[in-house]
């Protein structure tokens, strides 16, 4: 099996269209999409409406739960707030509804795919003690794939110890534990501001992680967003990645 993972989208349709038709060309059998479709960006309707017409497996993330109204924006920042109560009065009714009957994990045969922590989906793991209490709590999963933080980047727990990497290509090894994650397509925040997935290839000998970044057209998203009347900032924040 080989898959490819992609994590918040966040609205923004040029990058999400520009990730699928480099998808198109890799040949997987499952795209995977680990939340967040909504939020930030001016494109709600039309990225829900390609998840739904190409049946993308996909979970909630904590935009897309403040979007369609299962939870209320408090927590949020002002900027990230204005976005959520914007995208709230734009998104159709039917979109809205499909982000709530999204399931906010889901588990495969030998890894898990979910937002933000197991222990937590709004816990962001950017450091490796995020990560400590995390690896315990994959039980018999080897690998969870999560977003929520925009970074392309990976934690291995072997042997009592855990490490991270930001290496573009690594071997699973198998004694180890993983918690992964693809990037941003929509809004990366790891000072590269092309959208980002990550391929997952599974085969009979062994398996292997290949991060991707893909150029978009930067300047038509931020061309909606000025036009949308949202904050400058998330217009500004896509030329640098962060």
Same mark, same amino acid.
């Given at each position: 099996?080989?898959?490819?993972? /992609? #994590? &918040?989208?966040?609205?923004? !349709?040029?990058?999400?269209?520009?990730?699928?038709?480099?998808?198109?060309? $890799? @040949?997987?059998?499952?795209?995977?999409?680990?939340?967040?479709?909504?939020?930030?960006?001016?494109?709600?309707?039309?990225?829900?409406?390609?998840?739904?017409?190409?049946?993308?497996?996909?979970?909630?993330?904590?935009?897309?739960?403040?979007?369609?109204?299962?939870?209320?924006?408090?927590?949020?920042?002002?900027?990230?707030?204005?976005?959520?109560?914007?995208?709230?009065?734009?998104?159709?009714?039917?979109?809205?509804?499909?982000?709530?009957?999204?399931?906010?994990?889901?588990?495969?045969?030998?890894?898990?795919?979910?937002?933000?922590? /197991? #222990? &937590?989906?709004?816990?962001? !793991?950017?450091?490796?003690?995020?990560?400590?209490?995390?690896?315990?709590? $994959? @039980?018999?999963?080897?690998?969870?794939?999560?977003?929520?933080?925009?970074?392309?980047?990976?934690?291995?727990?072997?042997?009592?110890?855990?490490?991270?990497?930001?290496?573009?290509?690594?071997?699973?090894?198998?004694?180890?534990?993983?918690?992964?994650?693809?990037?941003?397509?929509?809004?990366?925040?790891?000072?590269?501001?092309?959208?980002?997935?990550?391929?997952?290839?599974?085969?009979?000998?062994?398996?292997?992680?290949?991060?991707?970044?893909?150029?978009?057209?930067?300047?038509?998203?931020?061309?909606?967003?000025?036009?949308?009347?949202?904050?400058?900032?998330?217009?500004?924040?896509?030329?640098?990645?962060?």
């Amino acid at each position: 099996m080989k898959y490819a993972i /992609i #994590s &918040d989208i966040h609205s923004n !349709l040029e990058a999400f269209k520009t990730v699928l038709k480099k998808i198109e060309n $890799l @040949a997987v059998d499952q795209i995977i999409c680990l939340g967040d479709i909504v939020g930030y960006g001016p494109s709600p309707n039309e990225c829900v409406e390609i998840v739904r017409e190409n049946n993308i497996t996909c979970i909630l993330g904590n935009h897309d739960r403040a979007a369609c109204g299962m939870i209320d924006p408090v927590y949020f920042n002002p900027i990230a707030k204005q976005a959520v109560l914007w995208t709230r009065k734009n998104i159709s009714q039917d979109n809205s509804q499909f982000l709530r009957n999204l399931p906010t994990t889901i588990e495969y045969d030998n890894f898990l795919v979910l937002h933000g922590a /197991i #222990s &937590d989906p709004d816990k962001y !793991l950017i450091n490796i003690s995020d990560t400590e209490e995390e690896f315990p709590l $994959l @039980a018999d999963q080897k690998i969870g794939f999560f977003g929520h933080t925009h970074i392309q980047t990976y934690f291995t727990y072997l042997g009592g110890v855990i490490t991270q990497s930001k290496n573009s290509e690594a071997v699973v090894k198998d004694r180890a534990k993983y918690l992964i994650n693809p990037g941003s397509v929509g809004q990366p925040r790891d000072r590269d501001p092309r959208a980002s997935l990550l391929v997952y290839e599974v085969d009979r000998d062994k398996k292997r992680l290949t991060y991707k970044r893909v150029d978009y057209d930067i300047g038509a998203t931020q061309k909606k967003i000025f036009e949308a009347d949202l904050n400058p900032s998330l217009a500004q924040r896509l030329s640098y990645g962060y």
